[in-house]
């Protein structure tokens, strides 16, 4: 029995309407009105000027916004062919504005793309998020070429990023996807990356659909399948990454739910592939590598450390359920330290999270309540890098975080042993 | 007056011995179905444990969402409940096989009473554990999030919303089960007045800046000094 069909019937109707893309640029969006005029009129000049003899569709997945962010994908102009810089004819390029249905979330905007990439028979399809500001016609060609030239499979991107920001993928997400499957892809949750016709078949093919990954958690998924699924992996320079900012009221530890419940989640069901991997391999960066002058942005260690120790004084009861006695020792010991001397070094920080993740496989207690009780751990991690990177420039931090990763790697066998924990 | 006290203490003695003689019979009885009881308990327990792994329960209560709704209620595992129900079941079987071997009227009589109350009592019991167990999880969200929020007085509130739903779904429980009609809801209401009538006092007479401040404190947003401007991913 084939599976149902995900797309409405006008958008098929359209989409058979246009017979054949060989290049799909997805744009997943909600309440976007603002940039989204920006990334379409970026993905349109990167295809014109990079890929013009080309059949490909731009093709923005919307999740019902009420901004009028698919009338400004409807009223982008095209690319100016003075500025592209064409020398030989250009085939139009095709623009789209579909809704897609399913689960609210970027999950069930990807699965449009990539279902819409292989109706159309597309043999690369790159995806980049709506609010991005520094968005440029060469991240199209970075992002797709390495697919349609070289035969990667899956294009994750590599960006400069302030040494303070992506705190959660410097010193939680990266070191332990790359300890865990040996794959060093820098950015495993950035919003934007190339795939080809072979992954999207894959990806549109695993039960998940319908799950918490189609709500959030997609970018992670995502890295992690084109990891394990044996596919040929290589990452993009992209330069800077700027974006919309994110609400400052918004609860960091739901985010921190929804990341590391699929990270946890992911783990169980690829447990035999990372309990076999020791080490890490590096993954072929493509793209020209410039450094990026960035704004400098306010940190405040101190009520990061506050707010640790409040975790150390009031979640005690709930974190002995998952640390050992000797790393609830350290915690304390930690909590008793002024801001200058406050520290969570890099072993005892990967015990925390290699615990966190047996204690969420072996279920000791609600899984969402103990990743949101970790949130004062993760803000004296913040706290503690903050404070030792104060005066690093962005090599320096860079070979912290590879120490780090290292620490990650070297610790696995704890990870294996709190995974298996009681069983 | 020496000999009245020994015949009475004999005679005393002599029903006492008779009358747990041809009660010992019952009691021995009694104690087999317990030890028998406990055992089966214990078997079917193992059993039950065995064929619930065996038919993947937890695996399609995984599938079907419940495990994650049985998480919420602080029930980690699907299997251990079930398991336990089942030996419930057994403890039930064997008080009432003991109570039976032991005196058969009174048994009798207690079964119907039993059985006549229970369900009060189930509804009653189920109250009051479901009321444990929403005060356990209620207690725990509101303990991580007032800490996430920079609640000072996280432990205070978490203790104070697990105390208020315990003594709540006891209240109603007791209710249930027909014990104090008229004073449970009276202590309950006293309790809450008086909380209410204190907090008034406090706030009214000698802490009103105090309270002010406090609530100003925990109400505002930070200063933009304080604010983070770290992206966070």
Known sequence: MSAPEILRPEVLARLRGLGHADIVVGIPSYQNAATIGHVVQAAQTGLAKYFPGSHSVVLNSDGGSTDGTPDVVANTSGPDADVVLVSHPMRPIQRLSVPYHGLPGKGSAFRTIFRAAELLGAKACAVADADLRSITPEWIHLLVAPVVNQGFDYVAPYYHRHKFDGTITNNVVYPVTRALYGRQIRQPIGGDFGVSRALVQHYLGLPVWESDVARYGIDIWMTTEAICGGFSLCQAFLGAKLHDPKDPAADLSAMLVQVLGTVFRLMETHAERWHAVHGSEPVPIVGFRYDVGLDPIKVNPARMIDHFRRGVRDLESIWQTMFERADMNRLRDAASKTVGGFAIDDTLWAHLVYALAGAHHRRVSERDALVRSTLPLYMGRVASFVTEMADADAGQVEARLERLCVVFEQEKDYLRARWSDGD | ?233
Do not use: C
């Not at chain 2, 609530?215 to 505002?220: E, F």
């Open chain 2, 1 to 233: 007056m020496w000999e009245v006290v020994q015949h009475v203490f004999a005679q005393a003695w002599q029903q006492f011995t008779a009358q747990s003689l041809a009660l010992l019979p019952n009691v021995l009885v009694g104690l087999l179905f317990l030890a028998i009881g406990t055992a089966l308990a214990v078997l079917a327990g193992r059993v039950a444990k065995f064929l619930l792994r065996r038919s993947a329960v937890e695996r399609r209560a995984n599938k079907i969402g419940l495990s994650s709704w049985l998480e919420r209620a602080g029930i980690l595992s699907a299997t251990a409940v079930l398991v336990r129900l089942v030996q419930v079941a057994f403890a039930i079987m064997t008080a009432a096989l003991v109570m039976y071997s032991l005196d058969a009227a009174l048994a009798s009589d207690l079964t119907k009473r039993f059985f006549f109350y229970l369900p009060n009592l189930v509804i009653g019991v189920t109250i009051f554990f479901a009321g444990i167990v929403a005060a356990r999880v209620v207690s725990r969200s509101v303990l991580i999030g007032a800490v996430n929020r920079g609640f000072p007085a996280a432990r205070l509130l978490a203790s104070a919303a697990r105390g208020g739903i315990v003594l709540l779904s006891s209240a109603v429980a007791l209710e249930h089960l027909g014990i104090g009609r008229t004073i449970v809801p009276s202590a309950m209401l006293i309790l809450l007045a008086g909380v209410t009538f204190a907090l008034a006092l406090a706030v009214g007479l000698g802490s009103r800046d105090l309270v002010g401040r406090w609530i100003r404190d925990q109400m505002s947003p930070p200063t933009p000094a304080e604010v983070d401007e770290i992206q966070h991913w």
